[in-house]
């Protein structure tokens, strides 16, 4: 089960009391005070695991709480430390303060971890409070309580490329054509209700992530049919391929179902308009030589740019597309390690 948002209460544990106490040993006429220091409370870490893909082991309590550190002892014995909750996320999760939904840590490397909740610090025993002047000290510290707080954790995928359109519009089976991934298909709408990630083979035994996002409706970005739940998680993949199902033309306008998902993409994030996109017009199998023509020449008309046509049922020019996939991300990956250097030089002057 894909689980990619959770509501969760982190609190470290108290820190153990310091003790008062003096020393009372046979033959020992002047014994002092030897109260121990109590044990500081546990810690709540979050890490991430390469062996987590979604955050449903996390949902399955509502509040991790860690253990308090042991009080002081007598004899100069110390409290033992709480014991630390790891909890282990995937690679990918945005961490939020719930009250404030101020995002405290993206968590995009696998082994990273973070201190979300420390333990409190063990109060001192009476030892400490000894002078010359107090030679019988009665007082001790009480340990200070463990950090408390309510988070959100979001996950978002990484991918390479990111598959969006309409519902039905094939993106599912053209994961499944290109891929080892086998996401649900029907031949109806919404049968996609969590991303499904495939990996894609090259040549040179390269490869790169694809992503089916569910299908996107007019209003997804204000939470309408499935919702922006999933928006998010095309924001960390370098390149959108955009499914048009080319099957409705001329009945219906294939640009309409384009722009409608243009405007949620530009509603929700801008910057989401600003990544690279191959247009894809599907489901050409449906329509006959003249017909198919006519309708990729009237997208690229009507949207200024290339579009790529293929069938994902007969095959037709997947090879092509992922060649396309294959050299968008590759000018990409140029384009970033290009502004990285210039970044690099620009820091020595």
Known sequence: MFVDEATIYVKGGDGGNGCVSFRREKYVPHGGPDGGDGGKGGDI??????????????????????????????????????????????????????????????????????????????????????????????????????????LILELKLFADVGLIGMP?????????RISKARPKIADYPFTTLQPQLGVVEIENFRRFIVADIPGLIEGAHKGIGLGDEFLRHIERTKVLVHLVDASVFPEKDPVEAYHIIRNELQQYNPKLAEKNEIVVANKMDLLDEEKGAACVKYLEEKISRPVCPISTITGKNLNRLIYLMSKTLQKEDDQTLSSHRQAGLNSLY
């Open 45 to 150: 870490l979050l890490q991430v695991s390469e062996k987590i893909e979604t955050l449903l082991d996390i949902t399955s309590r509502a509040k991790y709480i860690a253990n308090n550190g042991a009080h002081g002892k007598g004899s100069n014995k110390n409290g033992k430390d709480g014991k630390d909750i790891i909890l282990l996320l995937p690679r990918g999760t945005l961490i939020k303060d719930k009250p404030s939904s101020r995002v405290l840590k993206d968590m995009s490397t696998v082994g990273e971890s973070i201190v979300i909740a420390r333990g409190g610090r063990g109060g001192r025993g009476n030892k400490h409070f000894a002078t010359s002047t107090n030679r019988v000290p009665r007082q001790a510290e009480e340990g200070k309580p463990g950090e408390e707080r309510w």
């Open 168 to 176: 039905n519009a094939g993106k599912s089976t053209l994961l499944s």
